[in-house]
């Protein structure tokens, strides 16, 4: 026998019984987007690796050791995407459909980062990924929590916490960059190995750091809000009193600073004390210089991408999904004879708007029933050779000990409507 090929590692398959959870979560997305104006672009999930490296940043986790990077047969280097923003903001000043423009797009599809894979993180995962350009104002900001606190509340999702910060501007962030790395040094006994490597390259991350005994000197470290420009305070402060007026929820934290460098002023996450490590659900911000950055006309810009494993772990655990519904009705075939006739009467219900199911590789009337049973069905029709002859069809309730009817092929349609209702 030859050997088994397996998935690879934290790439994972979506089976048919866990996929009723993902296409609940993707149609109330859709709907809720729709409701706020929001229109779909699709990007490549290739793209050339320049692109990831200048937007998301050389010294980010992401772009330093967890890209899919190769050179292709022309020898060019490109990237499996690792998030979507970078993509739609290149396909945005290519299309030229950003500069002087409002957009409010979303993307919906798979991911790719080399981390180590445990619960809730793999290599290949799904983001629904939403972005507005071309609004500078703090009311765009609290319009994305307005939409993403709305489609937690359709699905039914309770018990998570929107954390936001401002990280300022680039020159406001520089000034505390150099304070930070002064204070990281001057405790640099007390740091993991990790954070050591970080402090020059990309001191804001400790902050991000889970280490319980670094806990202390982050706690001591100073904090960003008090490095923020005017103008950045100003949007941090209206953000949150047009957050109040809404009613949002949300705790103010100074160690939130996201793992991607193209962040500006305002970035939140919501996250949930119920998965673990891997607690964060969504996460986004501001990224007013990234449009420029890549080669376009200066343009404001802010969104967030969910992480759809972690939203459908979430669901599962709160108990919120549905066990998927089979077919209402099972076609059960006796005789060859009657096969056709069989798959033209299930055409027929189908066109009427009931699921149906027409038995296929033969099988007695037991296996057949049993199939109905295993698919889930509410009802099976028998069709046999004597049936057939006098135009009706049997019918047997599967969940209700009630005895068979013959029931008129010509009337089925109603029957089975009334019978569902
Ligand atoms: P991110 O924080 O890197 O942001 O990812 C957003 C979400 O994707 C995370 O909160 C998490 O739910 C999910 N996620 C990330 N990595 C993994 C993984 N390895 N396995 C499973 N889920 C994962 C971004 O990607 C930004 N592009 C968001 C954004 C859009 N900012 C502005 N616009």
Redesign the pocket.
């Known amino acids: 026998m030859s050997k088994l090929i397996q998935a690879i590692r934290g790439m994972n398959d979506l089976l048919p019984n866990e996929t009723a959870a993902w296409q609940r979560v993707e149609a109330t997305a859709r709907g809720v987007l729709e409701a706020y104006g929001y229109r779909e672009i699709r990007v490549p999930l290739l793209e050339k690796t320049e692109l990831f490296a200048r937007s998301i940043g050389q010294h980010t986790d992401i772009v330093a050791k967890e890209m899919y990077t190769f050179a292709d047969r022309n020898g060019e280097s490109l990237t499996l995407r690792p ?3 970078a993509g739609i903001v290149r396909a945005g000043i290519e299309g030229g459909f950003l500069h002087n423009q409002v957009q409010r797009l979303w993307c919906a599809g798979a ?1 790719f ?1 080399h ?1 180590r894979p445990q619960k ?4 290949q ?1 799904h ?1 629904i ?3 507005a350009f071309g609004l500078e104002g703090p009311d765009i900001d609290v319009e994305l929590i307005l939409l993403g606190t709305r489609l937690w509340d359709a699905l039914g999702i309770r018990e998570l916490t929107l954390e936001i910060n401002s990280l300022g501007t680039p020159e406001s962030r520089q000034v505390y960059r150099e304070q930070l790395i002064g204070y990281f040094k001057s405790r640099q006994a007390e740091l993991d190995d990790d954070s050591v490597r970080r402090i020059e390259l990309n001191p804001l991350r400790i902050l991000d750091s889970k280490n319980p005994q670094m806990r202390e000197v982050i706690a001591r470290a100073p904090s960003l809000l008090d490095y923020l420009d005017d103008a950045s305070r100003v949007h941090f402060e209206n953000f949150q009193s047009r957050l109040d007026k809404a009613g949002l929820r949300y705790v103010v934290s100074n160690r939130l600073v ?3 460098d193209y962040y500006t002023r305002t970035v939140f ?1 919501w996250t949930s004390a119920q998965l673990g490590a ?1 607690a ?6 501001r ?1 007013d210089g990234l449009v420029e950055q890549l080669g376009g006309k200066p343009t404001p810009a ?6 759809l ?2 939203l459908v772990q979430l669901l599962i655990q709160q108990d919120l999904v549905a066990a998927p519904e089979g077919p209402r009705v099972y076609i059960a075939v006796v005789g060859e004879t009657v096969e056709a006739e069989g798959m033209g009467l299930a055409e027929s219900l189908r066109d009427g708007g009931i699921t149906a199911l027409c038995n296929c590789g033969g099988g007695n009337l037991k296996s057949q029933l049993r199939r109905a049973d295993k698919a889930g069905a509410r009802f099976a029709l028998i069709l046999g050779e004597d049936e057939s002859r006098k135009q009706v069809v049997t019918v047997k309730d599967l969940r209700r000990d009630s005895a068979q009817r013959g029931i008129p092929q010509a009337e089925i349609l109603s029957y089975l409507k009334q019978q569902l209702e």
């Open positions: 998030e979507a923003t991911m980062r981390e809730g993180r793999y290599r995962f983001q990924d939403v972005e996201r793992g991607l996450e891997q964060t659900v969504c996460g986004g911000g990224y802010i969104g967030f991408a969910l992480g494993e972690r």
